[in-house]
Nanobody, 121 residues
Framework: QVQLVESGGGLVQPGGSLRLSCAAS?????????AGWYRQAPGKQRELVAAISSGASPNYAESVKGRFTISRDNAKKTVFLQMNSLKPEDTAVYYC??????????????WGQGTQVTVSS
């Protein structure tokens, strides 16, 4: 059974930083690719924040360009989202989504459980 486990959310003041992690756990995981971070604020639709894929440059929502950075550690099967210069409008539940390939070469898409990010003074 594959799971995506997120961590790193919390309460931060405007201008602060947080680093979210999304770790894939389970048996025989070969890779996680592509992967992305989404967020959903109260009363709003879930939106793509950042995505990463082999052979392509990461892409970002316009609202986070220059402030957020997506990266991954392939050996640890973990995807990160470094969030700097946080604003109150970044407040949302952040979700990780990834296509996980397991042996013998089966791929499925998974969602994490979500982690709350609150930006407030």
């Amino acid at each position: 059974q594959v799971q995506l486990v997120e961590s790193g959310g919390g309460l931060v003041q405007p201008g602060g930083s947080l680093r979210l992690s999304c770790a894939a756990s389970g048996r025989s995981i070969l890779r996680i690719d592509p992967a992305g971070w989404y967020r959903q604020a109260p009363g709003k639709q879930r939106e793509l924040v950042a995505a990463i894929s082999s052979g392509a440059s990461p892409n970002y929502a316009e609202s986070v360009k220059g402030r957020f950075t997506i990266s991954r550690d392939n050996a640890k099967k973990t995807v990160f989202l470094q969030m700097n210069s946080l604003k109150p409008e970044d407040t949302a539940v952040y979700y990780c989504n990834a296509r996980v390939t397991t042996l013998p070469y089966q791929s499925s898409d998974y969602w994490g459980q979500g982690t709350q990010v609150t930006v407030s003074s």
